[in-house]
């Protein structure tokens, strides 16, 4: 009896499958939806994990990498079928490399993805660039004032009052005084979001992210202000996109960040 | 954690005097459609926001520093040349690349020489990286976090089954050797262990 194609999913999506159960799984998502769905939601996943090892190249490859793009040339659009659909070479007019063109050697073989490229369900909050990906939204949501009054005064005529702005996101800035050892954060400059999340605000203590709370929305949708005592050690103040209620510990990487 | 933040409230919202220019083009599928129609920047912001993921996954995959810095530039001169083959509706711009990445890695290192001596301990590099500044830490302390925290969720056999596939590239088949488990429990136990990870991660479904 073969095995039953529902569950080569998560070997699928982890690159862990042999061709031939490839191919079966392969025809078996073209007749069902719920796999295509599944396997598609667990490549998103799979995307997550190389979080943990990221690490910085040497700063030579870039311009290595760029020195080879511009002697590259590039597929055209795919019209009809599924790009990437497998195994196909596509037919390439436009791959010149065989003119002596110095590209490398791995530009004139096309690899094709390992997988077809199936649909996902959904926009995904977690995804790792989410913070440059929000910081480019709408400016609508604004915020500021003075949250508490005495704070702000406090913070807003300290000699040592240093004001930061983000260097992840468009908007706000902390305000932070150690001699009234409190600071004023203003988040700004992120979209509204979906129903079901919230932002949530978090100083760092060295490393170790601590909930400040889930950012109140006003009626017309702007964050509300925090002031914040200031805790020895805070190193940053960050705000996550996180489940309606708040998280005990980030879930998502930040889409604002205010680095002290 | 839900508390709201210590003394908040504040009423008087001030509208942002100078809105922020929309950052069109910023996304990665942005940066990738501009990369499709020949932007060398754009392509080069790709590389900026991708370019350690991409170079760190290999590494832990393939190992050698030297032949994870090829993969990497392979990877990058494939978002190159296919860019125009990306399609927004069937997934993130991340998992677009780290898909590359990753086939690209498990290919190399299954290569017929490779897996000849092939290290079947699973060594666990702990290289720390050199962090650039301090928002890059922030983003991969919490990134980092929040993917430790949901493999720790896991139960052990689908955290060996998964971390043995993904991040040491082996086949299902392998895992299952290694682990002394049969073909069908590996299977089974990668699945489970995605699922939980996807939801954990709150990977929209
Ligand atoms: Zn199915």
């Known amino acids: 009896m073969r095995p039953d194609p529902h569950l080569l999913t998560g070997a699928a999506a982890l690159d862990a499958l042999p061709d031939d159960e490839s191919a079966e799984l392969a025809a078996h998502l073209a007749e069902c939806e719920t796999c295509a769905a599944e396997l598609a939601g667990f490549v998103e996943t799979a995307a997550l994990l190389g979080a943990?090892?990221?690490?910085?190249?040497?700063?030579?490859?870039?311009?290595s990498v760029l020195a080879a793009a511009r002697a590259t040339p590039q597929l055209p659009p795919a019209t009809g079928r599924v790009a990437d659909a497998g195994a196909h070479r596509a037919p390439e007019p436009a791959d010149r490399a065989a003119d002596g063109a110095p590209a490398p050697a791995t530009g004139a073989d096309v690899v094709p993805l390992r997988r077809p490229w199936y649909r996902r369900p959904q926009a995904l909050l977690a995804a790792a660039v989410a913070a440059v990906v929000l910081a480019a939204g709408t400016a609508v949501v604004v915020v500021t004032s003075a949250p508490d009054r005495d704070v702000a005064t406090c913070?807003?005529?300290?000699?040592?009052?240093r004001v930061v702005a983000p260097s992840v996101g468009t908007g706000g800035e902390v305000v932070a005084s150690g001699q009234c050892n409190q600071a004023t954060v203003t988040v700004a400059g992120l979209p509204p979001l979906p129903g079901g999340k919230v932002y949530q605000l978090w100083y760092l203590r060295g490393q170790e992210p601590v909930s400040m709370g889930v950012l109140a929305t006003s009626a017309t949708g702007s964050l509300q202000p925090v002031t914040a005592p200031l805790a020895a050690g805070t190193t940053a103040f960050a705000v996550t996109v996180e489940p309606t209620g708040g998280s005990a510990a980030p879930t998502t990487s930040p889409v604002w960040v205010v680095p002290l | 954690m839900t508390s709201p933040g210590p003394h908040s409230r504040g009423h008087s919202a001030v509208p942002n005097a100078s809105p922020s220019p929309p950052a069109a083009g910023q996304t990665p599928e942005e940066l990738l459609r501009r990369t499709a129609v020949g932007e060398e920047a754009a392509f080069a912001s790709l590389y900026d926001?991708?370019?350690?993921?991409?170079?760190?996954?290999?590494?832990?995959?393939?190992?050698?520093?030297?032949?994870?810095?090829?993969?990497?530039?392979?990877?990058?001169?494939?978002?190159?040349?296919?860019?125009?083959?990306?399609?927004?509706?069937?997934?993130?711009?991340?998992?677009?690349?780290m898909t590359l990445t990753h086939g690209r890695s498990v290919d190399r290192v299954r290569s017929a020489q490779a897996a000849a001596d092939r290290d079947l301990r699973v060594a666990q590099s702990s290289t720390e990286r050199d962090v650039d500044s301090v928002v890059e830490a922030v983003e991969a302390s919490f990134e980092r976090r929040?993917?430790?925290?949901?493999?720790?969720?896991?139960?052990?056999?689908?955290?060996?089954?998964?971390?043995?596939a993904y991040y040491s590239g082996y086949s299902y088949r392998e895992v299952a050797e290694l682990l002394s488990a049969p073909l069908p429990t590996i299977k089974t136990r990668l699945r489970d262990g995605l699922i939980r990870l996807r939801d954990c991660l709150g990977v929209a479904t």
């Not at chain 2, 990306?86 to 690349?97: E, N």
């Not at chain 2, 993917?147 to 720790?152: H, N, S």
């Open chain 2, 146 to 164: 929040a993917v430790q925290r949901c493999l720790g969720s896991l139960t052990e056999l689908q955290r060996e089954s998964v971390t043995l």
């Open chain 1, 52 to 63: 943990v090892t990221a690490d910085t190249p040497p700063a030579r490859l870039r311009e």
């Open chain 1, 155 to 161: 913070v807003s005529t300290a000699a040592d009052a």
């Open chain 2, 49 to 97: 926001l991708f370019s350690t993921r991409v170079f760190g996954l290999a590494k832990r995959i393939v190992r050698d520093p030297s032949q994870a810095e090829e993969v990497a530039q392979e990877v990058f001169l494939e978002i190159w040349r296919r860019a125009s083959r990306f399609d927004a509706g069937r997934g993130s711009a991340l998992s677009w690349v």
